[in-house]
């Protein structure tokens, strides 16, 4: 198992689902990259239970957040003509917990 921190910037507005009354928070991040190509990786968020319900009170697109949780990549081919494919990496986060950031922190000096 892996553990994953980062800061990221929320890019679509959460989505809360409700699947067998459970709930789960979807939404897509964006996470930086030091790499010349792309300055930017697009990453999809899945939180459930206390954790999701809380993402989608608190949490509105253009926020920045601090996430714990554990990352999985997955290959997936398209067809895109005829014999050709292309194969996409898709980045998963599932969402442990949340570390609040400095605009929830309500200090005065």
């Known amino acids: 198992m892996n553990i994953f921190i980062a800061t990221c910037k929320i890019v679509?507005?959460?989505?809360?689902?409700?699947?067998?009354?459970?709930s789960v928070t979807i939404m897509i991040l964006l996470l930086y990259n030091n790499k010349k190509k792309a300055?930017?990786?697009?990453i999809i968020a899945i939180a459930k239970g206390k954790i999701g319900a809380e993402i989608f009170n608190l949490y509105k697109q253009g926020d920045l957040i601090i996430l714990e949780?554990?990352?999985?990549?997955?290959?997936?081919k398209n067809f895109v003509s005829g014999n050709y494919s292309e194969t996409i990496?898709?980045?998963?986060?599932?969402?442990?917990m949340i570390h609040p950031t400095h605009h929830l922190l309500k200090v005065k000096i």
């Open 12 to 22: 679509s507005q959460p989505r809360l689902l409700r699947y067998k009354k459970k």
């Open 39 to 42: 300055p930017w990786y697009c």
């Open 89 to 96: 990496k898709i980045i998963n986060l599932k969402v442990k």
């Open 69 to 76: 949780g554990s990352i999985q990549i997955i290959n997936e």
